[in-house]
């Protein structure tokens, strides 16, 4: 632990009153004085990131991080790590990490963080760092509050002035929360339901009948448990995470994460490359995503009509399913306010004539809140924890949450069907420890809607072996350019973390009308902006911090030609190709013009070098000279000096629908090539990348999949390819 302290005392050091802080202790009084006198070093936070990277890290970056740490307690291996950075002109003359000083742990850092050679030591530091800051941002004491907020300018909305919200909870009929159940409560709370329920005593096992079980009540599970038991069927919902209304939220960014999200929040490419956020609650990601409810393209869906032979893309039923999601999702065009992001991209867009559109939430027009990212507040959003599933238990459908499934009941199908396996259901675990025996849910139909992370590994550990399962892993990969704008002599009103968060977005487009990215403006607290942005001192890091609330970003979305993989839980491999990269730096560059153009007084970029460019008083040969230097760097693990985070917070793709069992994971139906009986309905099943926020158009092919499924259900029997 003393080496894992001092490293991040180095990250984020204590600056005495007489540094040179640029007169801002001055300027800003004394919540800036201690905020820069605060130290990473500080009880608990270095035993608090331990504990984070143990609850959350992979296992190949605990070993790494580990390692580091034990040859740095050690004055042999700190020679090896620091160099003549270790040594002193006096006794005992070697020293090991944490009896160096802190300015030579700081040089150390900053050596390691443009080292090209030994990379997976770059990575652990890379690692610590994110923790750190994460921590650091994040932690809340008994009041729910942070000593730097005040200093960078965040603040949490109090309750008194949010609107008044329902006390009840839409989801209670039809809810049964397994982390308050036991043994006992739990076959009541089943059976008050009117489910099925027998006792299996020498398997430890509860039988449930139902007609229907969905796996996930996100995008996918929520739409197609309202269609099939409005159909007639009785349906369950599996749901690994909790339920929560907005009563519940609380706006605090690391709870949040942690309650809301996959992995609390902290998930991450096996090589580091790519910080991914999925929603793990009742709802899924629309119960956190950010109001965007953009139709799909469409040149997207000419495309998967045309090259990948999917006709019901290029039908009118498709369309007609996208007008019926989007009224139930309350979809408006427009925006009353736009918050402080969007300001800017407006502002810059219009001032370089370029074309800036409007995006469509599924909330009301004067919808102004910036922490949807942490659940809704103010109950305007509308995902479907408070629209499909509110129909589904309108309808008798049973929601169990706490509850993670392990695997499809499959067996050996005799019907004559060209599948040579037949689903008959779940075996899933209550993550309760007072519910002490398996669930064995049996089905007619089964339906996978955890996500294009979950269902890969759900169906691989079943048996199923088709080739495209958890491959053509698409992840829409995020880089981010910032521009910071003072609020003395800015045109642009509030914070950065105030306001709605999508309500603008630019494309860019090549000679050939092809869009290459999207431009639009991400929900970052504290804690993930300090995660993301540039370590190049800890000096500037908390110079940085202090202009946290008016600092603008926008976020680079490529619809992305390559493509990873994922067939095992958390283990996610991705790749860019080339085509991306060159997209990528396209749009960096196109953010930075706008943000210059709006009139931004430093921008750049989160390139390790703290890439940034100071644009008062600069010629138009200095600005283009600056962009010519942008381009989209490799991560941690990349053999260059410079390298960066990328993010992604929509995944696809990973069971595709195919016309054949070699092309896809799933036929047009959304039914498994080789289970009969076993549907897929959620982003897992889209043929590519979407190249917009895809909400829509997942729940816009759960609709179509589950209102068929629904059609044929009614005759008895399940749907044909046509």
């Known amino acids: ?85 270790c040594f002193e002109n006096r006794w005992p003359f070697l020293n090991s990490f944490s009896s160096m000083s802190l300015d030579k742990r700081e040089k150390v850092l900053q050596k390691w963080f443009k080292h090209k050679l030994l990379t997976p030591i770059r990575l652990a530091f890379a690692y610590i760092k994110v923790l750190l800051l994460y921590t650091f941002f994040s932690q809340v004491d008994e009041n729910n509050e942070n000593p730097s907020w005040e200093a960078i300018g965040y603040h949490i909305e109090s309750d008194e002035n949010l609107p008044e919200v329902p006390k009840e909870r839409p989801l209670d009929k039809g809810m049964v929360e397994t982390m308050y159940e036991t043994d006992s409560t739990f076959l009541e709370s089943l059976a008050e339901k009117g489910l099925s329920v027998t006792e299996d005593v020498e398997k430890k096992i509860y039988k449930i009948k139902c007609d229907v079980v ?21 349906v369950i919902v599996l749901e690994k995470g909790n339920y929560f209304t907005a009563k519940d939220y609380t706006s605090l960014e690391g709870p949040s994460n942690d309650e809301m999200y996959e992995s609390g929040g902290i998930l991450a490419t096996l090589d580091g490359n790519m910080a991914i956020m999925a929603g793990s609650t009742v709802g899924g990601g629309s119960a956190v995503n950010w109001s965007a409810s953009i139709r799909t393209p469409k040149s997207v869906l000419k495309e998967w009509f045309e090259n990948h032979k999917i006709a019901f893309f290029g039908s009118s039923q498709y ?77 008798g459908a049973v929601i169990l949450t706490g509850c993670k499934a392990e695997r499809f009941i499959l067996e050996k199908n005799t019907s004559g069907s060209t599948r040579k396996k037949k689903c008959l ?49 698409h992840l829409h990969p995020v880089l981010m350019a910032w521009g910071y704008f003072p609020e003395l002599n800015s045109e642009f009103k509030g914070k950065s973390y105030e306001g709605g968060i999508i309500t603008s977005f630019h494309e860019l487009v090549s000679r050939e009308n092809k869009v290459k990215v999207i431009l ?22 908390k110079n940085r911090m202090i202009n946290y609330s008016r600092t603008a970003h926008f976020i680079t979305i490529v619809r992305d030609e390559g493509s990873g993989e994922v067939r095992k839980e958390g283990r996610i491999k991705y790749y860019l190709s080339a085509s991306d990269k060159e997209n990528m730096k396209a749009g960096l560059r196109q953010s930075l013009r706008i943000l210059i153009a709006a009139g931004a007084v430093e921008v750049g970029t989160h390139r390790s070098d703290g890439q940034s460019f100071k644009c ?92 068929k499924l629904a059609e044929s259900l009614r005759r008895q029997e399940l749907p044909q390819v046509n």
Request: glycine share 10%; proline share 4%.
């Open 1 to 85: 632990m003393q080496s894992l302290a001092s490293i991040c005392e180095a990250f984020l050091p204590p600056f005495p009153l007489n540094s040179n802080l640029e007169g801002k202790e001055k300027m800003l009084g004394k919540t800036v004085q201690s905020f820069y006198q605060a130290s990473g070093a500080q009880a608990p936070i270095p035993d608090e990131v331990a504990e984070l990277l143990v609850k959350r890290g992979l296992k190949e970056a605990v070993l790494l991080v580990r390692t580091l740490l034990y040859l740095l307690a050690t004055k042999v291996g700190t020679l090896i790590l620091c160099g003549s950075l």
């Open 214 to 234: 969905i796996v996930g009540s996100g995008c996918g599970g929520g739409v197609a448990a309202a269609l099939l038991s409005s159909s007639g069927q009785k």
């Open 319 to 395: 369309h007609a399913a996208m007008d019926a999601v989007c009224e139930r999702l309350g979809v408006t065009e427009k925006c009353v306010e736009e918050g402080f992001q969007n300001q800017v991209l407006r502002k810059g867009c219009e001032n370089l004539g370029l074309k800036v559109d409007c995006v469509p939430r599924n909330s009301s027009e004067s919808h102004y809140c910036g922490s949807c990212g942490y659940g809704c507040r103010r109950g305007d959003k509308k995902g479907t924890d408070s629209t499909w599933l509110v129909d589904a238990v309108e309808n």
């Open 425 to 473: 259901g779940v075996i899933a675990e209550a993550l309760s420890i007072s519910i002490t025996k398996r669930l064995q849910i049996e089905a007619k139909v089964t339906i996978s809607a955890c996500g294009a992370l979950l269902t890969p590994p759900l169906m691989i550990s079943s048996g199923l072996k088709n080739h495209n399962i958890g491959r053509n892993l």
């Open 520 to 541: 639009e403006t991400p929900a970052l607290g504290p804690a993930t902006f300090s995660s993301l942005y540039p370590w190049t001192s800890g000096l500037e890091m």
């Open 616 to 707: 008062e008083g600069k010629s138009e040969k200095e600005v283009e000279e600056f962009l010519n230097s942008v381009y989209a760097v490799g991560g941690p693990l990349s053999i260059e000096e410079n390298w960066t985070l990328y993010s992604s917070a929509h995944q696809m793709g990973s069971c595709r629908i195919g016309i054949n069992e070699n092309e896809g994971a799933v036929d047009e139906n959304g039914e498994s090539w080789e289970a009969q009986g076993l549907f897929v309905c959620d982003a897992s099943v889209l043929p590519s990348a979407v190249g917009v926020n895809p909400m829509i158009t997942i729940q816009s092919t759960a609709y179509y999949i589950s209102k």
